[in-house]
């Protein structure tokens, strides 16, 4: 995705340029960096957090983005800043849902290829062959997720950056815990315990290992037990890892909370959100429609290789609803919105506007 996403923003400001020859290259760069940050904001809370809070918690934020018009519910008392809670754990619940082998599609009805994600890590060398991007899109694309939750594959807990370590001609060695890294950066940040931070998200304080019963299944608990001497000692990783998901979502209740908290304070604390009505930053009316035509689907369609074809909503399955469909008829924005109209450029600085306003009243 840094790949697709860098071609994005190449793209935008070769259009830019071409729609606006007069422009200089810091505008250019400025502008187009400017729309492929609204894109993915609006990609992130239009296709991937329903998926991962549920659309009943998305409603009650008031996370979606609008159909039209300006979003005014812009709070300069919040910020917008990453919590150290969501960098050091919270967000880290993805490497759960992570499978072991990358699957590679050259195809939609070719025989797929499995690698091994430790051959994967840091290894850019396999997009250098020819097709193998749009493999690797297909793949992903094609492959579903593993559930949130205390279990991982050891392609990441056993061997992480094992045939990492080979490539670069080092003495072979075993590969990292990402497990165990992600428990320990979490200490090594102060974060408090699992128990701080489900009352901090309002829940009922946890007083013994029995109470984790009501939204932890039992073979989990058996092994929590087992490795912590009181309920006070989890880590916020592992507890809040082992609860049994909400309805409608992928996470517990515990993650449920800290993470939509951030998407909170990501859109209710930035002045420069995409859909703010506050000038200077404001995109004008038609440019917002335009990014709201903005999906995943046609980000990867303009930046793959050679795709053709592609599922409408590309983080959800390919099935019944969201089949495949030709890359030609997905939507998609029309720069135009930004072409600059030269009959309203400013012809006069202020000094000329002052010098002409006293000739004409002189």
């Not at 090594?188 to 304080?205: S, T």
């Not at 917002?288 to 930046?303: G, Y």
């Not at 983080?315 to 997905?330: D, Q």
Request: aromatic letters at 10%.
């Amino acid at each position: 995705m840094h790949l697709i996403w860098l071609r994005q923003h190449n793209m935008l400001a070769k259009n830019l340029s071409q729609l606006n020859p007069h422009w200089d290259d810091e505008t250019i760069f400025q502008e187009a960096r400017r729309i492929a940050g609204a894109q993915m904001q609006h990609i992130t809370y239009q296709e991937f957090l329903p998926i991962l809070l549920g659309e009943k918690l998305m409603r009650k934020l008031d996370l979606q983005p609008l159909r039209k018009g300006y979003w005014q519910k812009y709070n300069s008392s919040l910020s917008p800043n990453i919590a150290n809670n969501f960098a050091s754990a919270s967000f880290r619940f993805a490497h759960s849902i992570i499978p072991g082998l990358m699957k590679l599609l050259a195809g939609r009805n070719a025989t797929p290829e499995f690698v091994q994600m430790r051959k994967m890590l840091f290894n850019p060398f396999e997009l250098y062959q020819k097709g193998r991007l749009d493999e690797t899109l297909r793949g992903a694309m094609g492959t579903s997720i593993q559930a949130s939750d205390p279990y991982f594959t050891d392609e990441l807990k056993s061997h992480m950056f094992e045939d990492s370590v080979e490539r670069m001609k080092q003495p072979k060695l075993c590969g990292l815990d990402l497990v165990s890294l992600n428990i320990q950066r979490g200490r090594d940040h102060g974060l408090p315990g699992y128990v701080f931070w489900r009352e901090y998200c309002g829940f009922k304080r946890l007083a013994d290992f029995e109470d984790l019963r009501q939204f932890m299944n039992e073979d989990v608990l058996v092994n929590i037990k087992a490795i912590y001497r009181q309920v006070e000692d989890i880590d916020l990783y592992t507890g809040a890892l082992s609860e049994v998901p909400l309805e409608g979502s992928i996470l517990g209740p515990t993650l449920t909370c800290l993470i939509s908290d951030q998407f909170v304070r990501l859109k209710y604390g930035d002045r420069f959100w995409y859909e703010t009505d506050q000038h200077p930053v404001a995109f004008s009316t038609e440019q917002l429609r335009q990014i709201r035509k903005t999906s995943l689907a046609n980000i990867i369609c303009d930046n793959a290789d050679n795709l053709d074809v592609i599922q409408p909503k590309v983080m959800e399955k390919l099935g019944k609803g969201n089949k495949y469909v030709n890359c030609s008829e997905i939507e998609r924005p029309n720069l135009s919105a930004w072409k600059d109209d030269l009959n309203h450029v400013k012809l006069f600085d202020d000094k000329t506007n002052v010098r002409v306003l006293n000739l004409v009243v002189g």
